[in-house]
């Protein structure tokens, strides 16, 4: 993930708390994708409920793993298959 800089403008790392809460909106960015996959015209932010920076950066970490891609058309690309183990938990919530 990426570092902050202090108020003396050293870098810093970012939480463990704020980590946790960036792979969680991966993980809820990458079900979006697939469960909306059909869908056009969505916006991310407000179907994850977070701020648009945080989409931002858990789409860049899902294409760094190779999960998502974006075509020379701004199409997103899905690869493999949907997330199996967070949909079976948002579905007994």
Do not use: C
């Given at each position: ?29 990458l079900l979006a994708l697939w ?42 690309l899905l690869h493999g298959g ?12």
């Amino acid at each position: 993930m990426s570092t902050r800089t202090a108020d003396d403008g050293a870098p810093r790392r970012a939480s463990p708390a704020r980590l946790a809460v960036q792979l969680l909106i991966g993980a809820v960015v990458l079900l979006a994708l697939w469960r909306l996959r059909d869908v056009v015209l969505i916006s991310f932010a407000a179907i994850v409920a977070a701020e648009r920076p945080s989409v931002t950066l858990a789409l860049g970490s899902l294409r760094d793993r190779g999960l998502v891609e974006r075509d020379a058309d701004h199409v997103w690309l899905l690869h493999g298959g949907p997330p199996v183990e967070l949909e079976a938990a948002l579905q007994a919530s």
